[in-house]
């Protein structure tokens, strides 16, 4: 295995409109190793789309372009639709952001968990259980007989996510993906969450991407951090480095998030002006 | 569970009942009785079939025993054809009536879904436009209108089909298309936007996430999810395939138990008349209970017990 | 005088209590919290004093007067609420125009215009978005067009249902400094719904700290800040915010 998981070159995701076609991610460029990623930025930033045009889910008419897209040394533009199926989920997953609407409503958590597997590996019935259990064991979860036999609504926000991650990283990829994985969750479990994801990514050597709009979050949980806005990457540090940031907009961002202990009368906002021209 | 399909159970009996109370004293409250028509009776005769039939009780012992005999299954003699009970006017129609219903709802849940999913999945491209276009015609015009022209056209014109009568299969084909020609368009229409809306969630994303195959993200993730609006419709569609095969049946001059009931009104035969709205309104209400239960099958969130606590 | 004052208020949902025996008063021109997550009845009894849930007993009092829950034209006067989704709570096919209009006929109030220009420059919005639709609009200039709705007719109390939580970090801010600066303007009485401690902080006098259906603790913005929390349960919340930010 290469020492690059990722190399990403010129990445462009583009949406036709009447007006002509936009580019919602505009040509950005960024490697990964077996380490922690974090892309953050605003909506419309382009973040979600960035992650989601790795694992090629960018909806028709959408298009994904790129001088170069390869994961583990397989050019992903160049793979058909059945190779990127064998990869999806057995090499690279994808947390989303709310477990209450990307878990399948009518379907048993085990049920869910178990097809993440049966897909990638042909599997006794009995062994894809044991799997099931021993995964749902890995993300904490009591009971986890028990819990195989409930549906999504039956579980709290938290564990639904905890559920979601067990369901990711039983076929054990080599990168997760992780869009918002906290932010729908209340504020004591986001820990625990984030805390779960980085023993499991670290204890199985894994990479991650975190997407998230949150910099103070993020900066506990990756090593690297990708500052996006419209569609481009503005700055790119160490995560240990965010308090030190150059560009207007991550001083901005940073500067604009109110703390405990605040005393400012005003928070300082952003003067888009500053870089928008450029 | 098992309590609260008891406590339905028991719902449908006192609705049935207050069904069968409010058709009998609206039935009374009507003025003339079954024998004033055109042609007067003498007085005497009249007088005679009155007694005959208990018409000449006290309104509530004619309804004590009609409910008596409902107890007992009977639903009284018809008054217009001597010595025939409404029970075999019902019996004598049904075969027909069930069959064209049934080949109905059959047309619409296998052609109307699959439409819908065709539909859905080639969104904007010509199929969609397609069944888009067939459903809106379907949609707007009536099932009698439909009903006319197709025996004008297939029956009348080009002789493919018998204009009345059911000796074989090809006399099925008109009266099935016309009763089920507006609800497959509904249906298609119905289950072209529930699968969109389901194929657009979240989890379907986590499905291609996790490598599935096209047809088991459709089949397990969508389609599951997408009937679940469309066996809510199932019921009334039902109610309104019966009442559709009144019209239907008269005008292919089918033996159907709708045709008995049109009849039964214009011949003042109050049992018939009774007895069919009964019938009909059991039938209904044994059809919405088994959509319930579907609903609840399909829908895990669903859980019927709870909604009585 | 007291804006808001409720004494053993238990609030139901089908019958389902999830709010029991809250107590606490709000001064008039005060800006009050009421912290916890998600299930711990904050928003309930936001709920309850607007009139959206009538389920309740005990007593509130708005301005001293007391609340009959069958009863709540006379209270929409004095109190109006801001959501949380700025795209949920605007008529996607009204103009905002109409919409600031649409509590002044409510209240039988003749205008000729004037007061949503004034309320429109209010919260920072330019006279162009007046014949605008929701949907030409960014989040935060929604959650500007639903706050204006609300000092349409010039409420004293504003009830905010975690006012901020759906915008980015960015829009988050300016919100948040217009609202300080719309209370001090026109001198309003806050009640603020929250997860967020931070957002409290910098927005509230006071807060009342939810878990479970109940009031754990009522602290000064002061006592927060320096860390004086007293019930375990505070400190707990606290103690997830500081780790967040890596302290």
């Known amino acids: 295995m290469s020492e690059k998981l990722l190399e990403v070159q010129d990445l462009r995701v583009t949406f036709p409109t009447h007006r002509g076609d936009i580019d919602v991610v505009k040509g950005i460029s960024f490697d990964l190793g077996r380490e922690r990623l974090a892309i953050v930025g605003e909506s419309g930033s382009g973040k979600s789309m960035t992650g989601r045009s790795i694992l090629r889910l960018i909806r028709s008419p959408g298009r994904v372009t790129a001088t170069k897209l390869k994961f583990d040394n397989i050019d992903l533009l160049d793979q058909s639709e059945k190779q990127m199926r064998a990869l999806r989920g057995a090499r690279i997953s994808m947390v989303m952001q709310d477990p209450k609407y990307s878990l399948n409503p009518v379907l048993t958590i085990g049920e869910q968990i178990g097809e993440a597997l049966r897909t990638h590996q042909n599997l006794p019935r009995k062994q894809v259980h044991d799997r099931v259990i021993d995964m749902l064991d890995q993300v904490r979860i009591n009971d986890p007989d028990r819990v195989a036999k409930l549906y999504p609504h039956e579980v709290s926000g938290g564990m639904g996510q905890r559920i979601m991650i067990a369901m990711m990283l039983i076929p054990e990829p080599d990168l997760l993906i992780a869009d918002e994985p906290t932010s729908a969750l209340d504020v004591s479990v986001q820990a625990q969450v984030l805390d779960l994801i980085d023993g499991l990514i670290q204890q199985k050597g894994m990479g991650l991407i975190i997407i998230s709009h949150d910099l103070n979050l993020v900066a506990n949980y990756a090593d690297r951090v990708l500052v996006m806005n419209a569609g481009e990457i503005v700055e790119e540090c160490d995560a240990s480095a965010l308090k030190d ?8 961002l940073l500067a604009a998030v109110p703390r405990i202990d605040e005393t400012r009368e005003e928070l300082p906002t952003l003067d888009r002006s500053q870089w928008d021209a450029t | 569970m098992l309590a609260y399909f008891a406590k339905r159970i028991g719902m449908m009996v006192v609705t049935l009942f207050l069904i069968i109370t409010l058709t009998f004293f609206l039935m009374h409250a009507i003025p003339g009785g079954p024998f004033t028509s055109e042609k007067m009776l003498a007085p005497e005769i009249e007088e005679a079939l009155n007694a005959k039939y208990g018409l000449n009780d006290p309104l509530w012992v004619q309804y004590l025993n009609y409910l008596k005999g409902i107890i007992t299954l009977d639903l009284g003699p018809s008054f217009k054809y001597p010595g025939i009970r409404v029970n075999d006017l019902i019996l004598d129609g049904l075969p027909v009536t069930a069959k064209t219903g049934f080949l109905a709802l059959l047309c619409v849940a296998a052609l109307g879904i699959p439409l819908g999913i065709l539909a859905a999945l080639n969104q904007n491209k010509w199929q969609d436009t397609a069944v888009m276009m067939l459903a809106t015609v379907g949609v707007a015009i009536p099932s009698y209108v439909v009903a006319t022209v197709a025996l004008y056209i297939f029956a009348l014109q080009l002789n493919l089909v018998p204009t009345f009568g059911l000796d074989d299969w090809r006399g099925y084909i008109l009266p099935v298309a016309a009763l089920s020609g507006f609800w497959l368009s509904f249906i298609a229409r119905l289950s072209r936007s529930s699968l969109l809306e389901v194929l657009g969630q979240d989890y379907i994303v986590t499905a291609k996430a996790k490598g599935l195959h096209p047809l088991s993200i459709l089949f397990k993730h969508g389609l599951r999810n997408a009937l679940i609006p469309i066996v809510t419709v199932l019921g009334p569609v039902v109610a309104n395939l019966l009442t559709g095969s009144f019209v239907i049946e008269q005008i292919f001059a089918l033996p159907g138990i709708g045709r008995h009931f049109v009849l039964s009104i214009s011949n003042r035969d109050y049992t018939t008349i009774m007895g069919i709205t009964i019938f009909y309104a059991a039938f209904l209400m044994v059809m919405i209970l088994i959509v319930d239960i579907l609903y609840m099958l399909l829908d895990p969130r669903i859980k019927l017990a709870d909604r009585n606590k | 005088m007291t804006a808001i004052d409720l004494k053993d208020l238990t609030i139901s949902y089908s019958s389902v209590p999830v709010v029991h025996g809250a107590n606490f008063s709000v001064a008039d021109g005060e800006s009050f919290a009421l912290v916890g997550e998600s299930g711990s009845g904050k928003s309930t009894i936001l709920k309850a004093i607007s009139g959206l849930n009538d389920e309740w007993t005990g007593e509130i009092k708005l301005f001293g007067e007391k609340i009959d829950p069958k009863n709540r034209t006379d209270i929409s006067r004095i109190t109006q609420m801001v959501f949380q989704d700025p795209y949920g709570s605007l008529h996607p ?29 209010a919260v920072g919005l330019d006279k162009r978005y007046r014949f605008r639709y929701p949907h030409q609009m960014s989040g935060g200039q929604r959650q500007r067009v639903a706050i204006a709705r609300a000092l349409m007719i010039k409420p004293k109390l504003l009830l905010l249902d975690e006012p901020t939580s759906a915008l980015d970090v960015s829009v988050q801010a300016e919100i948040l400094n217009l609202l300080k600066k719309l209370r001090k303007e026109q001198n309003l009485t806050f009640l603020l719904v929250t997860h967020d401690l931070p957002v409290a902080s910098f927005l509230c006098d006071r807060l009342a700290v939810m878990k479970g259906g109940e009031i754990v603790e009522i602290a000064s913005r002061e006592q927060m800040t320096k860390g004086e929390l007293k019930a375990e ?11 967040k930010l890596g302290a």
Request: glycine letters at 8%; aromatic letters at 4%.
């Open chain 1, 245 to 252: 940031a150059q560009h207007p907009y991550t001083k901005g």
């Open chain 3, 93 to 121: 096919r009204k103009t905002v125009d109409t919409i600031l209009n649409e509590p002044l006929a409510i209240h039988g109030i003749k205008d000729d215009g004037t007061r949503v220009l004034e309320m429109l420059s």
């Open chain 3, 233 to 243: 349960y505070s400190n707990e919340l606290l103690g997830v915010h500081a780790q």
